[in-house]
């Protein structure tokens, strides 16, 4: 059951007239509004890689939480957690940019195993960061945990909004920063229609995938993250190029295939057939094609994996330190199944779903992608009209 807003809420409420945000629904789903989401990034010089010390009023209270369940894991850690948690109110906000249909199933199987209520919040990723940081200039923290997109889990962590992250419950994440951790993954995979190429023909390699299939592969509209983490950590670092070669190897290789807007037209046209290979699909829309028997496959994966994360960090002003650390480790481990139900890709590998754990999957560079964003999307709008193709939209 959600709950209502506490009452630390009512002095802010005229401050949060400004920001357009939607409670507990009204919103557009988070994964559609990062495609269609052209929102321009607040400019920082810190990122997840690189962030600050923080020292917000929930520093020192963490630090505590941390010593008294230091060594503790399992069903001990959790009870240990739920009575500091009750002996700090019993209850927590949370802000998420996660589907109402998703986080309001997965808030209420936390309530019911803890007892503790979630004060649910639900916007668009872009609202959240705006709502945090008019909340931290009016010296204010609305949230206890928060939950966003990689693009603004960066942002905010660059502010300084994160306390420091030491928990066991992040062992086999695919994602985890100095100060917060993936929920679930947008992960890059490239697939192929098995109508059209056969186990032995299937690309092996990203050269395969762009070269091999001239005219009947398709590539998306605005993959900009995808693109740069490929060439600067996988051609340029791994394979020694240099980045001008790398990326005007990827400009030749666009020439003559095609474009399509969005992961699940993408997905979908591919099992039509109305092409034979696709560089950069979404794993989880795979999983769930494969499931109404689409002929369709990505395994044995084009490596490497390219992995995006939707991330969860504990505010660093929170006065509820073991209720958000109690939260925080509920929705990195206890819910990652729940996510899979959601045809989410989990951010813990070893959750039927996640990424399986034979690969070795490379996060995206939050901080080189943001710091040099116009860069990238201005060579990656090179490479769609080197196609010469006109792209295929969603209607």
Not at 46 to 60: H, K, L, N, R, V
Request: charged share 25%; net charge negative; hydrophobic share 40%.
């Amino acid at each position: 059951m959600l709950r209502r807003f506490p009452e630390r809420f009512v002095k802010l409420f005229v401050l949060l007239l400004a920001v357009t945000t939607v409670a507990c629904g009204g919103t557009q789903p988070e994964e559609q509004a990062a495609e269609e989401q052209a929102a321009e990034v607040p400019s920082t010089s810190q990122s997840a890689e690189a962030s600050p010390t923080t020292t917000g009023d929930g520093f020192d209270a963490l630090e505590a939480v941390y010593a008294e369940v230091e060594g503790l894991t399992g069903d001990e850690r959790r009870a240990a957690l739920i009575e500091l948690a009750m002996a700090e109110g019993g209850d927590l906000t949370f802000y998420t940019s996660t589907n109402v249909d998703e986080s309001g199933p997965i808030t209420e199987a936390f309530e019911e195993e803890t007892g503790i209520a979630v004060n649910l919040f639900r916007s668009s990723a872009e609202n959240i960061l705006q709502r945090v940081l008019q909340e931290t200039d009016a010296d204010f923290a609305g949230a206890d945990v928060l939950n966003a997109s990689g693009r603004e889990m960066m942002i905010l962590d660059g502010e300084g909004m994160f306390a420091p992250l030491r928990t066991p419950a992040t062992e086999g994440n695919a994602a985890i920063y100095d100060n917060w951790a993936g929920i679930y993954l947008n992960v890059y995979v490239a697939a192929w229609n098995t109508d059209h190429i056969s186990p032995e023909e299937a690309p092996k390699t990203w050269d395969d995938v762009w070269s091999n299939y001239t005219g009947d592969m398709a590539f998306q509209l605005d993959d900009v993250e995808w693109f740069a983490t490929l060439i600067t950590e996988w051609y340029v670092k791994e394979k020694g190029m240099t980045e001008d070669e790398a990326v005007e190897m990827f400009m030749q290789w666009a020439a003559g295939n095609q474009v399509v807007s969005g992961h699940t037209v993408g997905a979908e046209l591919l099992a039509a057939g109305e092409f034979s290979v696709a560089s950069s699909l979404y794993q989880h829309r795979m999983a769930r094609l494969k499931t109404e028997n689409a002929p369709i496959e990505w395994e044995p994966a084009v490596q490497p994996l390219i992995i995006r994360a939707n991330g969860i960090g504990i505010h660093r002003d929170t006065p509820k330190p073991a209720t958000a650390l109690l939260f925080l480790e509920y929705m990195i481990t206890d819910a990652q199944p729940m996510l899979a139900e959601f045809e989410r890709t989990p951010a813990l590998r070893t959750v039927e779903g996640g990424v399986p754990e034979q690969y070795d999957p490379i996060r995206v560079d939050l901080r080189q992608v943001y710091e040099e964003e116009e860069k990238w999307s201005a060579l990656y709008e090179e490479m769609v009209r080197a196609s010469g193709d006109a792209e295929i939209e969603e209607e």
